[in-house]
């Protein structure tokens, strides 16, 4: 998985750094399922003080999300901006199983879907109590 951060108008810092990896943390492990070359490109942008935009762009082979997001602070742009992201990587995969099991039968869904479904439940019970 191939991570860059880039810092426009803003420095690089401790805290910057370690918000970014406590939001990064459920993502990749999110991703760790997936096959194939992932990349993920994090950008902070301070414009002005009222401007202050976090941008997370997930790239891969069957996943791609892009949220941006403004505040007058940049921690909480960046925590709204992850949490967005987070979601729709979500609802995507509930999307696609759901097209999956739109491809068999009763009976083929019911074997081959229940225990993925059963995970996915979980993961997102798991992410929502947090």
């Not at 987070?86 to 074997?111: V, Y």
Request: charged share 40%; with cysteine.
């Amino acid at each position: 998985m191939d991570k860059r951060i880039t810092y426009r108008g803003i420095e690089k810092t401790p805290a910057l750094e370690s918000l970014i990896e406590k939001h990064y943390a459920p993502i990749a492990k999110f991703l760790e399922k997936e096959h194939g070359p992932m990349h993920i490109e994090i950008t902070l942008e301070v414009h002005k003080p009222a401007e202050q935009k976090a941008t997370v762009h997930i790239n891969g082979p069957r996943i791609e999300v892009y949220v941006s997001e403004t505040s007058n602070d940049i921690f909480s742009s960046i925590k709204r901006a992850f949490e967005i992201a987070h979601e729709k990587m979500l609802e995507d995969k509930r999307r696609a199983i759901d097209k999956q099991k739109q491809g068999c039968g009763h009976e083929c869904k019911s074997r081959l879907f229940s225990q993925e479904e059963k995970e996915l439940e979980a993961e997102i019970d798991e992410e929502e109590r947090q």
